[in-house]
């Protein structure tokens, strides 16, 4: 389903889509720096509620989103922005693909530190108690409890949350094992990658430079690439998310020169 965040009286239209463990409250702070005017949309893994849930390829998945995302909304797709953190700007970028063939592309796309374009098959490996752990990592901040404190006193109803949130990694990047992301031939690309390694995450990116050339390659259309001083997580926080901010949503009608990589 495509929910409506907000609903403006604006031209702006955007669309956040969820990462690897399926739910879009990572969002919520990029969301407030959003004016009135923007209307925004947001689409979570359909895998949350179902049980035990159903694999689904990425293509699948983006083919459905994208037409969920038309029966939502009446813009064109030219004025439509996509926006993915982590495996979400995989699913952003072939929803943008699968546009373009269409000849019906997206306005922008912004892909927030997507794991490594020829890395599904790493990331496939992951065990289920190396993804609780990298979730426990995750919400811990959210929660504004410590990791360990979170880890020994977890409520029946966040444990559950957990075991879905850990279901729909594992099925997502299962699905990223035989996917390789395709170039984006006219889809005006923003593209934050992290600098630092973060403490028990699924993707590090050990070497950032290697990690947005690799994205550069696909990427024709990049207007935009940052490097930020963050790690898979903290990326998605203060003082991040500003920075994020000050590029996605500064007027797009000027070029903006991508930094040296």
């Not at 463990?21 to 979570?44: M, P, R, W």
């Not at 699913?91 to 796309?109: I, N, T």
Request: proline share 7%.
């Amino acid at each position: 389903s495509v929910d409506c965040w907000q609903q403006g009286d604006g031209e702006k239209v955007i669309c956040f889509i969820h990462p690897v463990g399926g739910e879009v409250a990572s969002y919520k702070s990029l969301f407030q720096h959003l004016d009135k005017a923007t209307t925004v949309y947001a689409i979570s893994d359909p895998n949350l509620r179902l049980e035990p849930g159903e694999p689904l390829t990425i293509q699948a998945r983006a083919k459905a989103y994208l037409q969920a995302l038309h029966q939502k909304t009446d813009q064109e797709r030219h004025n439509l922005e996509l926006v993915g953190w982590s495996f979400g700007a995989w699913v952003a970028a072939e929803m943008c693909r699968l546009a373009e063939h269409q000849d019906k592309s997206f306005g922008y796309l912004t892909m927030i530190d997507p794991p490594e374009p020829d890395c599904g098959a790493e990331i496939a490996e992951h065990s289920k108690e190396e993804v609780q752990e990298a979730f426990l990592h995750d919400l811990a901040p959210r929660l504004n409890k410590s990791h360990a404190s979170l880890q020994s006193q977890i409520a029946p109803e966040l444990q559950q949350h957990l075991e879905n949130l850990v279901r729909c990694c594992q099925l997502n990047m299962a699905a990223m094992r035989t996917h390789v992301p395709g170039e984006l031939r006219q889809t005006k690309v923003h593209l934050f990658v992290a600098g630092q390694v973060a403490d028990g995450p699924l993707v590090d990116p050990i070497k950032p430079q290697d990690h947005m050339a690799k994205w550069g390659q696909r990427l024709p259309e990049l207007i935009y690439g940052e490097i930020l001083e963050a790690d898979h997580y903290s990326i998605m926080q203060s003082p991040n998310i500003e920075r994020i901010a000050e590029q996605f949503f500064s007027d797009h009608k000027q070029p903006i020169r991508v930094p040296s990589l």
